[in-house]
C-alpha cells in the first residue's frame, strides 16, 4: 500500500508560481508519480509523470516548458513546481503512484492522494 498527501496548492495571481509537495508513505520503492488534475465539469487529465529514479520526466503540451516534476526519494517526496500559471491551469491537482512502467492514463494509477486545490485568477 502507498499514502499520498498533497500540499501546497492555494490562491495565485496568472503569471505567478506554485510548488507543490506529495508526501509519500508505505511502500513506495520503484514507484513512478504522476501528476494529474481536474477542473470542475472536466475529467481528469495528466499534467506530469517523473519515473522512479528522477531521471526522466514527462508532460502534458499543455504545461510544458511551464511545469517541473522532482522528486527527492530520501524524503519521498514529489514535487510540481508551476510557473507562469494561467486562469486554465485552475483545479485540482493529484498525485499518483504506480509500479511497472511510466503512463499518462488515470486509470492505469494504483494510489491516489486526496488533491490539492489551485486556483489561478485573472
Known amino acids: 500500500q502507498v499514502a499520498l498527501v498533497e500540499s501546497g496548492g492555494g490562491l495565485v495571481q496568472a503569471g505567478g508560481s506554485l510548488r507543490l509537495s506529495c508526501a509519500a508513505s508505505?511502500?513506495?520503492?520503484?514507484?513512478?508519480m504522476g501528476w494529474f488534475r481536474q477542473a470542475p465539469g472536466k475529467e481528469r487529465e495528466f499534467v506530469a509523470a517523473?519515473?522512479?529514479?528522477?531521471?526522466?520526466?514527462y508532460y502534458a503540451d499543455s504545461v510544458k516548458g511551464r511545469f517541473t516534476a522532482s522528486r527527492d526519494n530520501a524524503k519521498n517526496t514529489v514535487y510540481l513546481q508551476m510557473n507562469s500559471l494561467k486562469p486554465e491551469d485552475t483545479a485540482v491537482y493529484y498525485c499518483?503512484?504506480?509500479?511497472?512502467?511510466?503512463?499518462?492514463?488515470?486509470?492505469?494509477?494504483?494510489?491516489w492522494g486526496r488533491g490539492t486545490q489551485v486556483t489561478v485568477s485573472s
Open positions: 517523473i519515473t522512479y529514479t528522477g531521471g526522466s520526466t
Open positions: 508505505g511502500r513506495t520503492f520503484g514507484s513512478h
Open positions: 499518483a503512484a504506480r509500479i511497472g512502467g511510466i503512463r499518462t492514463t488515470p486509470s492505469e494509477y494504483d494510489y
